[in-house]
């Protein structure tokens, strides 16, 4: 005997199934509605499952039945199928009971009450950006609670609201504040593959071209020669002088040489997260330079539980502002906004890029609202614009 089951729209439908796999023989053993699944059932339509069976033997009215056999006698020990459809039966009751539980949760769940295609549409969509769901519920609850009906059901006032919220969970620093007649010492610091040098080159060259800024260079990342090529070529272009330190005494004769300057940039190598020690000695290196400002250079490239790891592994450094780069090679930009959620660090910087000075913005909240909400984000362009980047 062979039992299916069958599901579609209408059992106009779930019939044909049965008919074009089963045969005309079929017998209909049960037709129920299904009711939808998911987060969002209440926008989708019951459905028919009809269960049917092929192969059984309908014993006609007139006939007498024959008798039993010994052979045919039900033995003493259960028979093996039965144990079977009896745990296929406990099976089906606890699926039930699954699915009772979850349309209770979703009666309850004021996110799908008296929702619309529309917010479903933004929600799927931040989720789709690696926004992490909690976060993506808070959004869209406190967008939904700021609109009437009407505006439920259009789905650019949706985006809107949610982006309005998305921005207030943004907390952006602005640009490096110079103060008149005072130097500042800016550090950053990441993990290795960051961008921290080129990164670095961007701030340089944006300051001593178009702000007009005496800059000088210190880079302690002596492990990678092609870091420190990098950043004298980089140098000798914006005619700004490099410094290169191997120790803590090192850092402290630059520092005074280059007293003159406006701004100092101080780069420093990667350090794997999970190598204590190379963090600890960064950490002392931090302490003995003493900058204004740490900002920690974070990829857009790297998953967030890594990115989380990385924050929490140089918490002993004191770190002020993130930088995020590599946004051009990222289709979930979702995934800055958990970080900056989560942390309450303050963002200073984005890169999108490796053009140097052009590929760097200040970031601006309003600007990654948009971007991870789903409207375009567009970088700004052309050197006209390059002291609005930094100022």
Same mark, same amino acid.
Request: charged letters at 30%; hydrophobic letters at 30%.
């Given at each position: 005997m062979k039992i299916k089951k069958y599901e579609a729209p209408t059992i106009e439908e779930a019939l044909a199934q049965v008919k074009a796999d089963l045969g005309r023989d079929a017998v209909i053993l049960n037709t129920k509605k299904v009711p939808p699944k998911g987060l969002f059932s209440f926008f989708k339509k019951e459905r028919?499952?009809?269960?049917?069976?092929?192969?059984?033997?309908?014993?006609?009215?007139?006939?007498?039945?024959?008798?039993? =056999?010994? /052979? &045919?006698?039900? =033995?003493?020990?259960?028979?093996?199928?039965?144990?079977?459809?009896?745990?296929?039966l406990k099976s089906e009751i606890d699926e039930v009971k699954s699915l009772v539980k979850t349309i209770a949760h979703q009666l309850s769940d004021p996110l799908l009450q008296n929702t619309s295609e529309g917010l479903t549409e933004i929600y799927n969509h931040l989720l789709s950006n690696r926004v992490d769901e909690v976060i993506a519920r808070k959004i869209l609850l406190s967008?939904?609670?700021?609109?009437?009906?009407?505006?439920? &059901? #259009?789905?650019?006032?949706?985006?809107?609201?949610?982006?309005?919220?998305?921005?207030?969970?943004?907390?952006?620093?602005?640009?490096?504040?110079?103060?008149?007649?005072? +130097?500042?010492?800016?550090?950053?610091?990441?993990?290795?593959?960051?961008?921290?040098?080129?990164?670095?080159?961007?701030?340089?060259? +944006?300051?001593?071209l178009f702000k007009d800024k005496k800059v000088a260079l210190i880079t302690a990342d002596t492990y990678r020669i092609a870091a420190v090529e990098q950043l004298k070529t980089y140098a000798e272009i914006i005619d700004a002088p490099v410094e290169i330190i191997f120790t803590?005494?090192?850092?402290?004769?630059?520092?005074?040489?280059?007293?003159?300057? #406006?701004?100092?940039?101080?780069?420093?190598?990667?350090?794997?997260?999970?190598?204590?020690? &190379?963090?600890?000695?960064?950490?002392?290196?931090?302490?003995?330079?003493?900058?204004?400002?740490?900002?920690?250079?974070?990829?857009?490239?790297?998953?967030? /539980?890594?990115?989380?790891?990385?924050? #929490?592994?140089? =918490?002993n450094i004191p770190v002020n502002k993130l930088i995020f780069t590599k946004l051009d090679e990222t289709t979930t930009p979702g995934t800055m906004l958990n970080v900056l959620a989560k942390t309450k660090k303050q963002l200073s910087y984005i890169t999108m890029g490796q053009n140097v000075p052009e590929d760097i913005e200040v970031a601006e909240s309003e600007k990654i609202s948009k971007m991870i909400v789903g409207e375009q984000f567009e970088p700004t362009e052309g050197s006209s614009e390059e002291t609005s980047r930094v100022s």
């Open positions: 028919v499952e009809i269960t049917a069976a092929l192969g059984i033997n309908l014993m006609n009215h007139n006939d007498k039945p024959k008798p039993i =056999s010994k /052979s &045919q006698e039900p =033995s003493s020990t259960p028979f093996p199928r039965y144990e079977e459809k009896i745990g296929m967008a939904k609670k700021k609109l009437n009906k009407e505006e439920l &059901q #259009d789905i650019n006032k949706i985006r809107g609201k949610a982006g309005e919220e998305i921005t207030n969970l943004i907390k952006t620093s602005g640009p490096l504040h110079l103060p008149k007649g005072k +130097q500042k010492v800016v550090a950053l610091v990441g993990p290795t593959g960051g961008g921290k040098t080129t990164t670095i080159a961007k701030l340089a060259a +944006q300051y001593s803590d005494e090192e850092a402290k004769e630059a520092l005074d040489k280059h007293s003159d300057k #406006d701004l100092i940039f101080i780069d420093t190598a990667g350090r794997s997260p999970h190598n204590e020690d &190379q963090v600890d000695e960064l950490a002392k290196l931090m302490e003995y330079c003493s900058p204004n400002e740490i900002h920690l250079v974070l990829s857009m490239t790297t998953k967030f /539980s890594d990115l989380m790891t990385t924050i #929490d592994r140089f =918490s």
